[in-house]
């Protein structure tokens, strides 16, 4: 594979064994090229500045600068650069914030490491356009649909959007009816299938 059809990974997690073992497998694969490794957001945020890589893969808690708000400057200042957060949970709040900050999609860490990096799933999360089309879905309930699909009920979708109950519920009905889909799965396979979240 030439150089310009590689994959530009840089990874940004303070735990140097984790860094350090996904940085050994991507060296592996002759579809990814490693960028660089930082050790906490701020050092992401420069170096995706320096070095304009494809995808960081990006922790959630970091020292110094965390992984919401490093996603956020990384996506306003390069908007071409795909952040893929590793978490540890689906369920922790903060990656509905990195979500909501720009991130592309997420990946568990209690996954193999070669799963995480497996660069036919990469190249998958990182091809699918942002601002694609959702269906004839409105923004508000795109972002209601990633909610759903990220396992939160009614009550904390419309505390986390400051509406009520009564408007999630309506938008959930409309999203559904849009999509042909009926229930909570069919919505996270929907919301995975368009980049929204991953599975």
Avoid: C
């Amino acid at each position: 594979m030439t150089e310009s059809l590689r994959l530009s990974v840089l990874i940004a997690d303070d735990h140097t064994l984790f860094r350090s073992g996904l940085a050994a497998l991507l060296d592996k694969d002759p579809r990814v090229k490693l960028a660089g490794q930082a050790a906490n957001g701020e050092e992401a945020v420069r170096m995706v500045d320096e070095l304009s890589p494809d995808v960081v893969l990006m922790d959630l808690k970091m020292p110094v600068m965390e992984g919401v708000e490093a996603t956020q400057l990384i996506r306003g200042r390069h908007p071409e650069v795909a952040v893929i957060i590793l978490s540890s949970f689906s369920g922790d709040v903060h990656l509905l914030g990195a979500l909501e900050a720009g991130a592309r999609g997420y990946v568990l860490k209690d996954t193999s490491i070669s799963t995480i990096i497996n660069a036919d799933r990469l190249y998958r999360m990182v091809s699918s356009k942002p601002h694609e089309s959702y269906d004839g879905l409105t923004a508000r309930e795109v972002e209601v649909l990633k909610l759903v699909a990220l396992g939160l009920p009614n009550k904390q979708i419309a505390y986390r959007l400051k509406v009520s109950g009564k408007t999630v519920s309506n938008h959930i009905s409309n999203l559904y009816e849009k999509l042909g889909i009926e229930g909570r799965s069919q919505a996270v396979i929907y919301a995975a299938r368009k980049g929204l979240i991953e599975l």
